[in-house]
């Protein structure tokens, strides 16, 4: 197994808080890890910061991609997003007045940046690299089957659909890693499931590396080969998911309010 990212002693302040405290783990390539811990344990600023919406206080996280070993320390989301990090959102963030096929068409437009100059001048090249943009994403569509709601308004789609559309649009820009904050909240078990296969079928066929963070314990249990715990912004554990689920701090920590934790 080599290394695709690892985090050094990160930490984040936001004033007197520590919401990510010493925090160090290593990503796998094609390794499919999960995140849990307590609300507040500091997972979604973990994440917000290796794809670089905030910087750290301290700390070091090293991106080991396809194009060489790159500190992405200083580096701005919109540069994360290019180098290959990819993310979904807590709550979902899509553009809900366009349809299916545009919402993908937009997280696509980022691999032909050259293309945007030849739209300008009206080159034919654009009229190329249009239609081979749609064909790409009318495939991806079809791969995750939304290809028959390709113009539907993506305000209109049930929820669990919504959500493996934003995992469509994180898949579009080709990464390396996708990072995904709690994709089965709000979803009922069929379309946890159906989340849980999918999340699978990535792994499998899109060669990338997953970090997972979900509450939803049987569906982390079920995917993840390593799992990290976080309370209060510290590590507590990491582990096989047998041996996270044995181990008694977690228990006392996370495991153990699983219910309380539910009803968030
Ligand atoms: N921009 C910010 N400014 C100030 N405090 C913040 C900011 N973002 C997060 N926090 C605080 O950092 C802590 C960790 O929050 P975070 O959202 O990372 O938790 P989480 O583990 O994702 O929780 P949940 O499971 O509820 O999503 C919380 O105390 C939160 O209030
Ligand atoms: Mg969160």
Do not use: C, W
């Amino acid at each position: 197994m080599t290394t695709i990212l690892k985090v050094d002693n990160l930490v984040k302040n936001f004033g007197g808080l520590t919401a990510v405290s010493n925090v160090s783990l290593t990503l796998d390539n094609n390794e499919l890890v999960a995140l849990i811990g307590p609300n507040g344990a500091g997972k979604t600023t973990l994440f917000n910061l290796l794809t670089g919406v905030i910087s750290p206080s301290s700390g070091a996280i090293i991106f080991h991609g396809d194009n060489g070993t790159i500190s992405l320390n200083n580096k701005s989301a919109t540069q994360i997003a290019n180098l290959g990090l990819a993310r979904t959102f807590q709550n979902i963030r899509l553009f809900s007045d366009l349809s299916v096929l545009e919402n993908v068409l937009i997280a696509l437009t980022n691999q032909y940046q050259e293309s945007f100059i030849a739209s300008i001048m009206r080159l034919p090249k654009y009229y190329h690299a249009e239609q081979q943009m749609r064909e790409a994403a009318l495939h991806l569509l079809k791969i995750f089957e939304l290809d028959q709601q390709a113009d539907q308004l993506a305000r209109n789609l049930p929820y669990g659909i919504q959500r493996r559309l934003e995992i469509v649009r994180a898949l579009a820009t080709k990464p390396q890693i996708l990072f995904l904050d709690e994709p089965a909240a709000g979803m009922n078990p069929e379309e946890t499931a159906d989340l849980s296969d999918l999340i699978k079928m990535i792994q499998r066929d899109f060669h990338i590396t997953i970090l997972l963070i979900e509450h939803d314990m049987s569906l982390v249990m079920n995917l993840a080969e390593k799992i990290y715990v976080l309370d209060q912004g510290s590590l507590l554990a990491q582990g096989t998911p047998s041996q996270i689920q044995q181990n008694s701090a977690v228990i006392k920590a996370y495991l153990g309010e699983e219910d309380d934790n539910a009803a968030n």
